[in-house]
């Protein structure tokens, strides 16, 4: 049986929180302008591909009750990703569902709870979610899988501020 096991960062390069204002239907704070960069790095060489399409963005999102929701199936905000494994082989994908991102000077954090949705196509309103932290999958003759990436961004305990943190994968062929 052949192993591979390859670690995929996701940076979340930055979460620039300024320009505090009320949301008048509201009484949370609301941040104007919010920037949330994803980018893919291959950790270990592999013989499967993994290219970052698309950025996951908070543009235009409006939080609901101090939460930031991005659909992986419905919001154009989604991050995405096509991966490249051998034909007809099986891979296993596991990922950390929910993080807690701290501002540069460690004063104010946010959480992230990841989501995801999987499909052999690109379409995301027909993608398939994962609602665990490990997926199986099984490639067919193209070798490709596309995948998206949203999730709920806690910002009750956002102050303004640069967030860092990162979305972790694991893959294996098994």
């Not at 670690?7 to 620039?16: E, G």
Request: charged share 15%; net charge negative.
């Amino acid at each position: 049986m052949k192993i591979f096991q390859s670690v995929v960062s996701f940076l979340i390069l930055s979460f620039i929180l300024s320009g505090w204002t009320e949301v008048r239907a509201q009484s949370i704070p609301y941040k104007e302008e919010i920037t949330l960069s994803v980018s893919a790095r291959i950790v270990a060489s592999s013989p499967i591909d993994i290219i970052t399409l698309q950025n996951m963005t908070v543009q235009g999102v409006n939080p609901q009750n101090n939460l930031i929701y991005i659909s992986p199936i419905s919001s154009p905000n989604a991050g995405l990703l096509q991966i490249n494994a051998e034909p007809y082989s099986n891979v296993r994908i596991k990922y950390v569902m929910e993080e807690t991102l701290l501002d540069v000077d460690g004063n104010s954090s946010l959480t992230v709870e990841y989501e995801l949705s999987i499909n052999t196509l690109r379409d995301q309103g027909s993608s398939t979610p994962v609602f665990v932290g490990e997926v199986d999958l099984l490639f067919d003759e193209s070798g490709t899988y596309f995948l998206w990436l949203g999730g709920k961004i806690d910002i009750e305990n956002a102050e303004s501020g640069s967030f860092t943190g990162q979305f972790t994968f694991e893959i294996e062929y098994i």
